[in-house]
């Protein structure tokens, strides 16, 4: 997907204005029919195991009727998930009011089973990235990036543009603006002519991606490409001298409570950063939690608000209402007061998802084992029914 990049503001006025979550689920319906649904990094290779210190904190479950949902209704979801009348769902997660109050699980997968999360991976390492410049490895995202990609060939002599490449900074590869000629969503998944599985198939996907030629003026047309988000684990690990995945459980997972995971790694042994992490789904609702608390947890600051603030700030306007912010999706749409909200969500292939309405105290999270296009079709239908079992 390639777009021209125009600005637009951010409401964060109406963002903040708790009105009634059946108005906020409403405007989900409208985020998921709208069709801003991609295809975000398939199966590559073999899994890396990640532990953790324990980590204390688990979910506090609450009755449905308690948090404003019909129960009967939420029944009604469940069988209709169950016997798959909304394609191959695996999990579905809400929670309400910092309680969980409701959780399902399909088709093998329980409570504690590891998820592959796809592209919602590109989400949750943004927030590494934001934590690595509050802590001041990382002036802000205006550096130059090839200062941060020691070890690797940042002027490939196949390429002449190097006027571009000086241009680069940690925005453009945040916003997907970087310019590197690359098409992942113009060809399926699995042809030989998409540049993702062309990545996957090299024996470096860092260089591979480094080896693209630039296209376009940075900041100037938004590309999706989850190669260039695999640079983040470079600029992670050379900014704190740690591996991405120890980064993570240091900084970020086990002060949220995320004791288990699994991050895949490329051949070369770099944690995927695009695509490469295997999260419990009680796990994504915590980090969806944590960005609805503006990045507080327990009275502490994980991710600082601005950093969040940043990220589901729309930088990239791209058909529509759609918008691309720092790693995270969104859509602009309206409440039933007519306000302007840009609703944010991280979205990995196959049908994983975080919604995550920021203000209102919830927090939806699906999981599938889909092809993309069936994922995209019956998830509006679910969130529809929510928004239905929803009773102010």
Avoid at 30 to 40: E, K, N, Q, R
Avoid at 67 to 88: E, I, S, V, Y
Avoid at 205 to 211: A, D
Avoid at 371 to 385: K, M, R, S
Wanted: proline share 5%; aromatic share 12%.
């Amino acid at each position: 997907m390639k777009s021209k990049i125009t600005s637009i503001p951010l409401f964060q006025n109406a963002v903040q204005n708790k009105r009634l979550c059946k108005s906020v689920i409403t405007l989900i319906t409208v985020l998921v029919l709208s069709g801003i649904f991609i295809a975000c990094g398939g199966n590559s290779n073999p899994t890396g195991s990640g532990s953790q210190p324990n980590a204390e904190f688990d979910w506090t479950t609450a009755p449905p009727e308690e948090n404003g949902f019909n129960p009967d209704l939420l029944d009604t979801l469940t069988k209709k998930l169950g016997a798959g009348q909304f394609g191959r769902i695996t999990s579905l997660l809400i929670v309400r009011n910092g309680y969980l109050v409701y959780e399902e699980y399909f088709r093998g997968i329980k409570r504690d089973s590891l998820v592959q999360i796809y592209s919602c991976t590109k989400s949750i390492v943004s927030a590494l990235i934001g934590i690595a410049i509050y802590d001041g490895k990382i002036p802000d995202v205006n550096v130059s990036l090839l200062d941060y990609l020691d070890g690797y060939e940042c002027f490939p002599k196949n390429c002449h543009d190097s006027l571009f490449r000086e241009a680069l900074t940690l925005e453009h590869l945040l916003t997907m603006t970087a310019g590197f000629e690359w098409d992942e969503m113009n060809v399926p998944y699995g042809n030989a002519l998409n540049s993702y599985n062309q990545m996957v198939g090299s024996d470096d996907w860092i260089q591979f991606t480094l080896n693209r030629p630039i296209v376009a003026k940075p900041g100037t047309v938004f590309n999706y490409n989850t190669g260039l988000s695999g640079l983040m684990a470079i600029v992670l690990q050379n900014v704190s001298g740690w591996r991405v995945d120890y980064y993570a459980q240091a900084k970020l997972f086990k002060y949220i409570g995320i004791d288990t995971f699994e991050w895949r790694k490329s051949p070369t042994g770099i944690p995927i950063t695009g695509s490469g992490l295997k999260l419990r789904p009680r796990d994504m609702a915590k980090f969806g939690w944590l960005y609805s608390q503006n990045g507080v947890w327990d009275g502490d600051t994980i991710v600082p608000e601005s950093w969040i603030n940043a990220s589901i700030h729309p930088h990239c306007v791209l058909s529509g209402d759609k918008a691309y912010g720092y790693q995270w999706w969104m859509v602009r749409v309206t409440d039933d007061q007519n306000n302007p909200i840009d609703m944010p969500y991280a979205l990995g292939y196959g049908g994983q998802h975080i919604f995550v309405p920021k203000g209102f105290d919830l927090v939806i999270v699906v999981t599938a084992d889909d092809d993309q296009d069936v994922a995209e079709t019956y998830i509006g239908g679910i969130i529809n029914l929510i928004g239905q079992a929803f009773t102010p």
